[in-house]
């Protein structure tokens, strides 16, 4: 049975991650080889999970980290100020 | 002697590692707290702000979070990672701060369905890649966090967990609390989504402009 694009599209993420079974790969590389907008849809895709993934896309506020741990600090501080000797 | 577990952390952020620190510190080296909460700050601070949509919020959020953690480290059990048990107290932290001010919106977690939603994906002909020192480019970085922030938020999270944070799927089903099946269906609708709301966004910053410098091959 030759699968159709949409198909194709309900298996990207799957596929993407390496979690769909032999015969269906083999059945979705095929269907690849001729198809040029499920290629350009799956090449897209993958392209975006990468870019999303770049420690670049998402930082941190300025000063978020320091003022965590001065917060972090002063309740270990007032935990051992409060601990009976 | 901080700088130790730092690196231990790191590069080997296994369950034997995080154990002997968590013993260490309830042994009265408190200090080490600091290294184990270190690589869970980025992914709770993210997964707040997805929740609570509000900068301010979401770092007082993550500064309880990492309190809670601290005072009841006692609790964790192992059985399953660290940052797994952490997100889980952030994510029980945001929920709660979100019903206190009642700012839930009907459209959010529980009232969102998981069939709404249309995830074709944007039909192209032809990709060429987006290489990632476009991400240098302060406006590509912020067409990728726009499409983010603009997923509903039951993708967003598993995006983040998932795709950001690259936790597997048992981990991000656990932190979520629901099941690998929902993971793997919001994941693939996360990026059916933002393939769509992406791609011909950034068909502009592909290779092809590099052809003028030699650097494609």
């Known amino acids: 049975m030759r699968i159709d694009c949409k198909h194709v599209w309900e298996h990207i993420s799957?596929?993407?991650?390496?979690?769909?079974?032999?015969?269906?790969r083999a059945e979705i590389d095929k269907h690849l080889e001729t198809c040029e907008i499920c290629s350009a849809v799956l090449d897209s895709t993958r392209n975006v999970v990468v870019l999303v993934a770049d420690d670049r896309v998402f930082e941190l506020p300025a000063g978020f980290s320091e003022r965590l741990h001065a917060r972090l600090d002063r309740e270990i501080a007032f935990e051992d100020d409060s601990t009976p000797p | 002697m901080v700088r130790e577990v730092r690196g231990a952390m790191q590069s080997n952020p296994n369950r034997d590692v995080e154990a002997d620190c968590i013993r260490r510190i309830q042994a009265g080296e408190k200090h080490l707290f600091h290294e184990l909460i270190?690589?869970?700050?980025?992914?709770?601070?993210?997964?707040?702000?997805?929740i609570l949509r509000n900068e301010t919020d979401a770092e007082d959020a993550a500064q309880e979070t990492a309190i809670k953690v601290y005072r009841n480290l006692h609790q964790f059990r192992g059985e399953s990672q660290f940052r797994t048990w952490v997100l889980s107290i952030a994510r029980n932290e945001g929920l709660a701060r979100l019903r206190k001010t009642e700012s839930r919106r009907e459209?959010?977690?529980?009232?969102?369905?998981?069939?709404s939603?249309?995830?074709?994906?944007?039909?192209?002909?032809?990709?060429?890649?987006?290489?990632?020192?476009?991400?240098?480019?302060?406006?590509?970085?912020?067409?990728?966090r726009q499409a983010i922030d603009g997923l509903p938020e039951i993708y967003r999270n598993v995006m983040l967990l998932r795709d950001i944070e690259e936790m597997d799927v048992r981990e991000t089903a656990t932190a979520l609390e629901i099941s690998?099946?929902?993971?793997?269906?919001?994941?693939?609708?996360?990026?059916?989504?933002?393939?769509?709301?992406?791609?011909?966004?950034?068909k502009g910053f592909a290779l092809e402009r590099k052809k003028l410098f030699g650097w494609f091959k």
């Open chain 2, 107 to 115: 459209d959010s977690l529980d009232a969102m369905t998981e069939d």
């Open chain 2, 117 to 144: 939603g249309d995830f074709t994906p944007a039909i192209l002909t032809s990709w060429r890649e987006v290489p990632s020192e476009e991400l240098e480019r302060q406006e590509v970085r912020t067409l990728i």
């Open chain 2, 180 to 202: 690998e099946g929902a993971v793997k269906v919001r994941l693939h609708r996360a990026r059916a989504l933002m393939q769509r709301s992406l791609a011909p966004k950034l």
């Open chain 2, 38 to 50: 270190r690589p869970c700050e980025k992914p709770v601070y993210f997964l707040l702000l997805s």
């Open chain 1, 14 to 24: 799957a596929y993407i991650d390496g979690d769909v079974d032999v015969s269906l």
